[in-house]
């Protein structure tokens, strides 16, 4: 009993000592800033998509040190903490390569499975950020489906639903993982209508992704989606939502007519996203946006084959 209440707190004089580590780093980082090799500047795309607020690196030795802990320790204090350092870290392409070669990966893809909600988004941050790596998206996909699952069925609008989203859009930017979530596409539309505004943005950034490859048209025009999904097109929604409902209608339309195919009737039932947005109730809104008060909306209409 001795032994293990000893090891319980080194492990979590580690975290603590690390956090001291980093406040007296942000204390003294500008006298410092000069000096070569002390810091590396995170990639653009990974400081983009991190939401943590640390900029130092941790060495290849001590992440190591930290990933052993994350996966011996049950403490859920000790493991919150290790998965933001991790996340922050990983936020740095250099640590994007060493996490993954110090099979980190699955140590922190474990934590999804965590009850711990918090526990939870912190893994899921932490493989957001690791995810713009395109290599470490190989070892992240055997997650796709179990994220998916707990975005639709967890709490709307909650600070893990968000998280998933964020790592299922990373992981769609490229066309490789896109086929993943081909069965969950009317579960985003249902999402698109459901949501906060926050959310509104993520799900359409995700099927923004989607809608780029003609591979995925037919999926998307096929999904059930509830009529109330034209009011998205109306003069008064938000500015960052109707751009990108816009440019969902552009790109989707662009894609049937790369291939030939808006001319032809396409087989798609009634009560799925084709009949909305080529529907006369979806082109007299498109009709009526070529008079938007703002320049980007209107622009962004006579960009849409047929408007």
Same mark, same amino acid.
Request: hydrophobic share 40%; proline share 3%.
């Given at each position: ?19 001291? %580590?980093?406040?007296? +780093? ?26 943590? !607020? +640390? ?39 250099? *640590? ?19 009850? *711990? ?11 957001? *950020? ?12 055997? +997650? ?12 709307? $609008? ?11 859009? $990373? ?12 069965? +969950? ?25 989607? !809608? ?42 662009? %894609? ?25 109730? %979806? ?25």
């Amino acid at each position: 009993m001795g032994g293990a209440r000893d090891v319980g707190w080194v492990a979590a004089g580690l975290v603590l000592a690390a956090g001291a %580590c980093y406040c007296f +780093y942000r204390l003294t980082r500008g006298r410092r800033r000069g000096v070569p090799g002390l810091r590396l500047r995170p990639s653009r795309s990974a400081e983009d998509l991190t939401n943590g !607020s +640390y900029d130092d690196i941790l060495n290849a030795e001590q992440l190591q040190k930290l990933l052993y802990l994350l996966e011996s320790t049950e403490d859920p204090v000790i493991i919150e903490r290790a998965l933001v350092t991790l996340g922050n870290n990983a936020a740095f392409s250099v *640590n994007q390569v060493t996490i993954r070669e110090l099979g980190g990966i699955p140590i922190i893809g474990s934590k999804i499975n965590n009850p *711990n909600q918090s526990i939870k988004e912190k893994a899921l941050n932490a493989l957001n *950020n690791l995810s713009v790596n395109v290599e470490n998206q190989i070892k992240i996909k055997v +997650y796709v489906s179990q994220v998916c699952e707990d975005v639709f069925s967890g709490p709307l $609008n909650s600070a893990v639903q968000l998280a998933g989203l964020r790592l299922l859009t $990373n992981m769609t930017v490229t066309n490789d993982h896109q086929h993943m979530l081909s069965c +969950y596409i009317t579960d985003l539309f249902h999402l698109l209508l459901t949501g906060n505004g926050g959310t509104k943005v993520q799900v359409l950034k995700l099927l923004l992704n989607l !809608s780029e490859n003609p591979a995925m048209t037919d999926g998307l025009l096929g999904a059930k989606v509830d009529s109330s999904f034209l009011s998205l097109y109306d003069g008064h929604v938000a500015k960052e939502i109707l751009l990108r409902v816009l440019t969902l209608f552009q790109n989707i339309t662009t %894609c049937l007519e790369k291939e030939g195919r808006l001319a032809i009737q396409p087989t798609f039932t009634e009560g799925s996203l084709f009949y909305l947005l080529y529907g006369e109730e %979806c082109a007299q809104k498109m009709r009526a946006l070529v008079y938007h008060h703002d320049a980007d909306v209107k622009e962004k209409v006579t960009m849409i084959p047929k408007f």
